[in-house]
């Protein structure tokens, strides 16, 4: 590290304090930021007070120059650099700091605030031969001054070539209102290094993103490039994304290749994305390994309905994909079921029943998958449609294993719940007939349902049943319920509790009515 006077200019006097900053091979000096600055300044001050509190009182002049010059670590650039910046030092400290005097005629060391430098000045290269100050002028008051050279400025940056081609010559320009000094004066220190790209190594995103505005505003090209090149390359994490995207979209006209940097985020493939969302969607299906496709099932659920909500309107995988796949895997289960339920199938070995019923748990499980799906397109009413006319299934279900076919009751439980909520619109004959179907093999499997599965929620599942019963006509709720009173009166527990139902029943049956009848004759005798 090397030092560079850093000075505070305040009416009356002068304070110098010394700054670390970096030295690259090309001499090119980086401004410090305001935090570091002040660090610097912090630490400056406690050494000056130890030493004050060490050394015997001196005086005046003696006492504030060893509390000024801290000891100096490498040497400048050049020795005649050194040579006029001690002389300048001196000077400076020359003009004095008055240090109060207490009333016993003892020096009182001066407690100051510490404040953050108000004025810097930066020199690049061989400071000896600069031909032009730039002043910059911060919108929070700090002034920074760069001795740097005119042939370099006006070589790699056209506004700058602009600003020296108006007039010569040209001893000094300023800069006002600068948004970002720190950055602009580590961009224009970048003209001066060999491989730009080098010096951005282990910056950070948004650090590149802050270089690549001010190098827009000089006309910077190499360090555009050199940004481009850098966010290319450089992985992206959380918000950084639509940063970078924003940043560079408008550069797409100015011929700086940006294209790879966007092909991250944009393909230029000619398939369309239903095709991949489709693609993905057959692979899940397909997938027999059960840590992998559990955990893909809640992805992909989770980033469909996020698709859904935040997307409206946007690509999105056909609700007619959809169906195929639900028709497909129907199909499938059919068959399984003839052959689980061949009366032969239980004298056969392990080995030969195992797949089977394995294979039947998987396409169920998909089934239900693709079931969430369309509940959250609200585009299930097909589905309940389907899975109401399924008679044969319904038959075959009580002579496959309760092990693996409780998956179909699942599916019937969430068609109950999604049209109890209200999230699927089917019509009376076919939520009728989903009830005379499918309602007793739910029954058949409540008590495995409610102990051998995690995602079961009776409460919820029971609240949906009763609620379809109540949409039928109140002849239709009739014979259903008294048909699942004479159930629940002999299993109890292993049977949906369909009391709150049985309540509505009632009263629709055995008080409305009366209520109205004799509403009705009150009525009739106030019109008379």
Known sequence: ?????????????????????????????????PAAIQKTVKNQNLQDKQRSAVSPPHS???????ASLPPVEKRLASTSL????IAEDQRCLNSGIAIPVSSKGQERPQRQTVEVPRKISVGFGQMETSDLKVMLHGESGTSVRMSVHKNILAEYSSFFAEKLSRQSPVPQI????????????ETVGFMYAKDVKHRLIKQSVPRVLRILKVAEEL???????????????????????????SSIRHLQDDNYGISPILNRVASDLSRP????????????????????????????LKLLKENNIMAHGSIDISVQSLYTSCRRCLDSLLDLFRHASEPSFMDKSVEIREPVMRQISLTADNLLWLVEILVDRHASDEFASLWASQNELAELHSRVSITSRHLVSCITSRLFVGIGKGEMLPSKDTRKLL??????????????????????????????????????????????????????????????????????????????????????????????
């Open 435 to 528: 009830l005379h179907v499918w309602l007793q093999p739910l029954i058949d499997d409540y008590g495995w349902l409610q102990h051998g599965s995690r995602s079961f929620d009776r409460k919820v599942v029971e609240e949906g049943i009763g609620r379809t019963i109540l949409t039928l006509p109140l002849e239709e709720q009739q014979s259903i319920l008294l048909s699942w009173l004479g159930i629940f009166l002999k299993t109890g527990d292993n049977c949906p509790n369909l009391q709150r139902a049985f309540e509505v029943w009632w009263r629709r049956t055995f008080i409305r009515p009366y209520v109205e009848h004799h509403g009705s004759l009150l009525q009739s005798a106030d019109s008379t």
């Open 82 to 85: 050194r040579s006029r910046l």
């Open 273 to 300: 994305p239903s095709d991949t969302l489709s693609q993905i969607m057959e692979l899940v299906l397909e997938s027999s390994e059960d840590r992998g496709r559990r955990e893909m099932k809640s992805l992909v």
């Open 60 to 66: 005046k002049a003696s006492s504030v120059q060893r």
């Open 219 to 245: 006309g910077f090209h190499v360090c555009i490039k050199s940004c481009l090149d850098y966010l290319e390359a450089m992985p992206w994490v959380g918000e950084e994304e639509e940063n970078v995207v």
């Open 174 to 185: 300023e800069i006002h209102a600068c948004e970002d000094v720190e950055i602009y004066v």
């Open 1 to 33: 590290m090397a030092e560079f006077a850093l000075r505070r200019l305040e009416q009356g006097h002068a304070r110098i304090r010394s700054v670390p900053i970096a030295v690259t091979p090309e001499g090119f000096w980086c401004c410090p930021s």
